[in-house]
């Protein structure tokens, strides 16, 4: 079955601590994202990448740091600079083809609290 | 600014219509999305409009006004599995969706 697996499900950080949500995608698409949602907010996004070795920052990359060597692959690391960093974490692909719709398929989320 | 007003919370029956408004401001304009989000999970694609006019799919139809930068999610025939978020999402001229907070629909039997 294609889709977009992120893991784990459930993560806590201690203070001072980098952290690193795996998000992995076998829909051989292009463009993957990194979104943060928080009760009451739209989702915010953070990093994004449309090509292998390179990515974007997003409207809330402070904090954050991604990497991109492999198509399937798109780690995000939530960093001790991060001061509030307790929030349900989404990933997200879609293809470069369609980026007129960009209609984006969304991994089950990481749910990120601190100690 | 970039900004996307949606109800918080919505409460409808079971069986009956609902319509969820959604009004957007964005920097250029390249579409409008409707996703479904229940709690705890993924959002899920539901619809697009980049044109005027209504889209019908099933019990969901999601509809369009460009000048007045406004759309609207119609949801027929309401089951208890609708209980959800619905989360309206425009494209902007740098094609990024701005998402706005969703609304939480609640369904009563």
């Known amino acids: 079955d294609g889709g977009i697996t992120q893991s784990p499900k459930y993560l806590f950080r201690k203070e001072g601590q980098n952290v690193t949500l795996s998000c992995e995608q076998n829909l051989n698409h292009d463009a993957m994202y990194w979104y943060r949602q928080d009760p009451g907010q739209g989702l915010r996004l953070i990093y994004y990448?449309?090509?292998?070795?390179?990515?974007q920052k997003g409207d809330i990359a402070e904090g954050y740091s991604v990497s991109r060597e492999k198509k399937e692959s798109f780690p995000l690391t939530v960093t001790s600079a991060q001061k509030n960093p307790t929030a349900f974490y989404l990933c997200a692909s879609s293809t470069l083809g369609e980026i007129a719709k960009n209609i984006q398929y969304f991994g089950a989320g990481t749910r990120l609290s601190v100690l | 600014g970039q900004n996307i007003d949606q109800p918080t919370e919505m409460t409808a029956t079971e069986g009956a219509i609902v319509q969820i408004n959604c009004t957007y401001q964005?920097?250029?304009?390249?579409?409008l999305f409707w996703y479904q989000q229940h709690a705890g999970e993924a959002p899920t694609f539901l619809s697009y409009?980049?044109l005027d006019g209504l889209e019908e799919k099933g019990r969901f139809s999601s509809f369009l006004s460009r000048s007045k930068g406004y759309s609207y999610l119609l949801l027929k025939e309401l089951q208890m599995k609708d209980s959800a978020s619905y989360l309206c999402a425009a494209l902007d001229s740098n094609y990024q969706l701005i998402w706005g907070a969703g609304t939480k629909l609640i369904i009563k039997p």
């Open positions: 990448s449309q090509i292998v070795n390179d990515f």
């Open positions: 409009n980049v």
């Open positions: 964005t920097s250029g304009f390249n579409g």
